[in-house]
């Protein structure tokens, strides 16, 4: 094809003594290395790129990711009829879906299916029990001493969406030795004070999850109200037992957080929402092995909102987030109180920070969307 006169550039090249006319400017000898170094570094960027993605696929691996060990999924059939068995608690504020609460006992295939699901979810991230499904001896205690499982169903794909388990403080059981049965009192130690003042009018919470196939990172469409679905089960447990005053229980970080990031996470907890009574002490504690002395001058801020965005900004520079629970709690009252944080050995060592929640501190606009 011609081109106009104007943009074609002409230059002679000498070459084997004599002048050859051509219509390509002459590339210079530092053009030419220019050149091949840029070559080389989009060479080396697309092979750093290659190399990220199977060293992703290495780490995720090794944190739990495969989870076929995990038994099949319950007949949805089975799981409809124990729906219709009494146990609809309410319905969602977004989403179209429902709120169950039952036990073991009522439910035994909705239990088994949320006992395949939690393995699922804590499995794919590290944690779970690495059993075929979750179930543990609190959840098959005789009633009333046994966990309540809490869940969210999706009645248009007919799935279990996610849940916690909960259990009325007045309602934890003494063994003979006097120790009390359940899953927080298994990794914490609770003080006579706390057991006297607090125990009886607290709602323990546990085991909460989101399927995976229901988080917004999956699907934006099923995971946009998951969260907020369970929200306001909690919610509702605040007008089924009026004499509840907190909410207490423990949130979870897996091993294969940065353990910097995680130190940053601790500190902040400590400082922001700490147990001045000394009510609570885990039994296997989580020490922070940072150098305290930098934690304190990095968290210089003048309030909790700017030690917050210290907090996101130093963790993300890590290439890691705040787990979504952690988060979540520490945006929901400025009372709340943090008890430190045990190893849990029974659930692939997961790391779990005992918190206590004062329902009546619970922020307004978090009150007014949920309770």
């Known amino acids: 094809m011609k081109q106009p006169l104007g943009k074609i550039k002409r230059c002679f090249v ?32 697309a092979f750093l790129f290659i190399f990220a993605i199977l060293i992703l696929t290495i780490v995720m691996s090794e944190k739990g990711l495969d989870t076929s060990y995990v038994i099949e999924a319950v007949d949805k059939q089975l799981i409809r009829a124990e729906l219709d068995a009494g146990i609809f608690f309410r319905k969602t504020r977004s989403g179209n879906r429902e709120i169950y609460i039952t036990t073991a006992h009522k439910s035994p295939n909705i239990m088994r299916e949320i006992g395949r699901l939690r393995e699922i979810s804590f499995g794919s991230q590290g944690g779970g029990s690495g059993s075929p499904c979750d179930i543990d001896k609190y959840d098959t205690l005789e009633e009333p001493h046994c966990y309540k499982q809490l869940f969210v169903y999706d009645p248009q794909d007919e799935e279990i969406v996610g849940g916690y388990r909960f259990l009325v403080g007045k309602d934890i059981k003494t063994d003979e030795q006097g120790e009390l049965l359940s899953a927080t009192a298994d990794l914490f130690l609770f003080t006579d004070e706390f057991k006297q003042r607090y125990l009886n009018h607290t709602i323990e919470l546990g085991r909460s999850f989101v399927r995976p196939d229901y988080q917004p990172t999956s699907s934006i469409r099923r995971g946009m109200y998951s969260l907020d679905n369970l929200w306001d089960g909690l919610g509702g447990l605040t007008s089924l037992y009026r004499d509840v005053r ?15 990031a995680r130190d940053y996470i601790l500190y902040f907890y400590k400082k922001h929402f700490p147990d001045n009574e000394g009510l609570v002490f885990p039994r296997k504690k989580v020490q922070i092995e940072s150098d305290f002395n930098e934690l304190v001058k990095l968290f210089n801020g003048k309030n909790y909102k700017e030690d917050y965005q210290i907090l996101v900004h130093n963790v993300r520079a890590l290439g890691e987030n705040i787990p979504p629970l952690v988060n979540a709690y520490m945006n929901l009252s400025s009372t709340m109180k943090s008890f430190g944080t045990s190893v849990n050995t029974h659930f692939s060592n997961v790391e779990e920070t005992g918190i206590l929640v004062t329902i009546a501190d619970i922020y307004e606009d978090k009150k007014a969307r949920y309770l």
């Open 14 to 45: 000498r070459t084997k003594g004599c002048f050859i006319f051509t219509k390509q400017p002459l590339v210079t000898a530092k053009q030419r290395h220019l050149a091949e170094k840029d070559a080389i570094f989009q060479a080396l960027c």
């Open 246 to 260: 907190y909410f207490f229980g423990k949130i979870t970080m897996y091993p294969s957080l940065n353990i910097k």
